[in-house]
């Protein structure tokens, strides 16, 4: 990391700190109109963006530093749906942590009886062979949380070095690149995830490539656009005029005030990821069937939905308010660290 | 804007080519025996032989070569075979795309029309309930999974209420002896002036529509509203207001005049997203079209129906999205006077 480099950052914190908490409220019904007007997106605008080629954000800001981090978290806490993503978010790492317990004990056979209604005993009732839908919606949370944050890994790991490669050097390699981004984008992402199934096999290992794969392009799109800001800026410049090797300025340079959005859209990505391999093991491409995944709950359970309705709302509910809650904390995350968004 | 419009359609060519090198690959890569894979488990020797001759799957034939046969098999010859079920594979796509497409049309109807409506509601009132009950939809709506709330529309309305079908297009009794003209059953009914058709047609449509539409809405009512609060502060609205126009004129006839640009752009590809991205409600429904048929080929390890597939969803989003394109073109006067390239103009 350069000396300018650090500097900003330092900027940054004292901006955090100095930065009254109640600048930017809740997104709902309190947000100022041009705030709102300016980012009418999240998750929604990724999609756009992803069915539009239309990445033109400008840089996001370097993410809190030591010294920003109490008032960010105090900010984070004054901004409701951030805050309420971040408690769903936790509320399911809590139950993946249950799932884990569950797991290791190997809790399935709570009650002989199948369908059970819900009651004090069973609060989500159980499924056609006696199992008890609490404990397989926890070890759900294990599967999808896992499988889905893996898949994010994945397409980080693909996209961001991708999309640093094209915006940095431009020329050929971005035109190359960019066209091959192109081409990703253009099919639908669920459908080029059956083809990699289809083609690599159906397990849920395969699954989760696929997403992964599938979702890069968003990543190298979004990194190539803040790239081609930052290149610009005179801090790179200050980093080449000292000589420094290509290599140390992509990655002290560059790299990390791309940070940013990456994060945002690694957070907003879990949640499509999460929805995605769901889909994917809906349609019973992840092999083996006594998996604890949610989406194959669903599945297996479709039919009995209009008699014993718990054994399909269960597992739904949790994929709905897991993707809720990630897409709520990402949306608040690009507000809080995004400074035009606080400055507005 | 004409130079606008020539560079952009000078991109579809090599997209199209792209596209056609992705579903090519679909045979390429393919696991095991390609012509074994295309012929199923019962097929005689005799016609994987004949397969593997017409698709030049055998270790003579370069990749590029194949690449020329399987353009010929499924452009122009079409005489592809579906081994799984005896037709052709051109033929079976497009009878798919129309089912799809009636599909897709159905429910970007329902998603504009909720979705503009609910959009300049809450637009116009950034701090109102509705304001809060939209953006409330429009994060529902891109959270929930689309086949979970297709099973539980379906368990409610076809199992609980019995309002509407389950799945299908039609009526099993009216299927029979229907021969569609344009395979868009709608249209059919009322070309033959049939009600019996064009009614069960209606109803079998209407749920997986409305499930479909969900993640448009979501995305048109809050883009809508969005744009709708950034036009209202503007000062042609407060001239519009002061020299004492109706508020209605001033929202529907001002204001969203200059916000559907963004809505329009955004709907057009959420249509192409549509077209072919209703994989899961097709499936739920049991919905003969296009996403339920790339599902089936992919279970089924059917490469070559698998192929036929992807290249035509492909080609349909590079359209669409040219279409898109061109549109933006024609409405954005910004564009239209040359001064202004979609890139810097952005949508959001």
Known sequence: MSGDEQRQGEAQGAQNASNPPNARDAEGASATPSATAADPGGPLRARQIEAQGLADEPPEAPLPTRRGLRPFVRRLVKHRPAFVGLCLVLLFVGAAALGLVFEIQDVRHASPEPFHPPSLEHPFGTDTQGHDM?????????????????????????????????????????????????????????????????????????ITIAVGVVGAPLFARQVRAS?????????????????????????????????????????????????????????????????????????????????????????????????????????????????????? | MLVFLLKRIAMVPPMLFAVSVVAFLCLELVPGDAAQMAAGQLQDPETIAQIREKWGLDEDTSPVERYGMFLNNLLIQRDARNFYTGEYITEELFERFTATAELALAAMLIAALIGVNLGIAAGRRPGSGTSAASLALAYGGISVPIFWLAILSVGVFAVWLQVVPASGRLD?????????????????????????????????????????????????????????????????????????????????????????????????????????????????????????????????????????????LGTIVVFVNLLVDVLYAVLDPRVRAGQHSRREGGTA
Request: with cysteine.
């Open chain 2, 172 to 312: 099993a009794s009216l299927l029979a002896d229907f021969d569609p003209i344009t395979g868009f059953y709608l249209l059919d009914g009322l070309l033959k002036a049939d009600m019996r058709i064009l009614g069960s047609a209606l109803h079998h449509l209407i749920l997986p529509a409305a499930v479909l539409a969900t993640i448009p809405t979501a995305i048109v009512v809050r883009l809508t509203r969005a744009s709708m609060i950034e036009e209202l502060q503007k000062d042609y609205v407060r001239t519009a207001r002061s020299k004492g126009l109706r508020e209605d004129r001033v929202v529907r006839g001002h204001a969203l005049k200059n916000a559907a640009i963004p809505i329009l752009t955004a709907t057009g590809a959420q249509f192409g997203y549509l077209l072919t991205g209703a994989v899961l409600t097709e499936t739920v429904f049991a919905w003969p079209g296009l996403g339920s048929y790339v599902v089936e080929a992919a279970k089924g390890q059917n490469g070559m129906a698998l192929m036929g597939g992807i290249l035509l």
């Open chain 1, 134 to 206: 609490f404990v397989l919606v926890c070890r759900g949370a294990v599967a999808s949380l896992l499988v889905a944050t893996l898949a994010v890994l994945i397409a980080v790991f693909i996209g961001v070095p991708l999309g640093v490669v094209a915006g940095y050097f431009g020329g050929w390699i971005d035109l190359v690149l960019g066209r091959i981004i192109d081409v990703m984008m253009t099919f639908p992402s669920l459908v080029l995830a059956l083809t990699i199934v289809m083609l690599t096999g159906q397990s849920l290992k395969n």
């Open chain 1, 227 to 344: 790239v081609l800001v930052i290149r610009s800026q005179d801090y790179v410049t200050a980093a080449r005029a000292l000589g420094f090797r290509r290599i140390r300025i992509l990655f002290g340079a560059v790299l990390p005030n791309c940070l940013t959005p990456i994060l945002v859209l690694a957070t907003l990505g879990i949640g499509t990821a999460i929805l995605d391999v769901a889909g994917l093991s809906f349609l019973g491409l992840s092999g083996d069937p006594s998996l604890p995944e949610w989406g194959l709950m669903l599945q297996l359970n479709q039919n009995d939905f209009a008699q014993y309705p718990w054994v399909v709302l269960a597992p739904g509910i949790a994929i709905f308010l897991t993707v809720l809650g990630f897409n709520l904390f990402g949306d608040g995350l690009r507000d809080l660290l995004d400074p035009q968004g606080r400055r507005r």
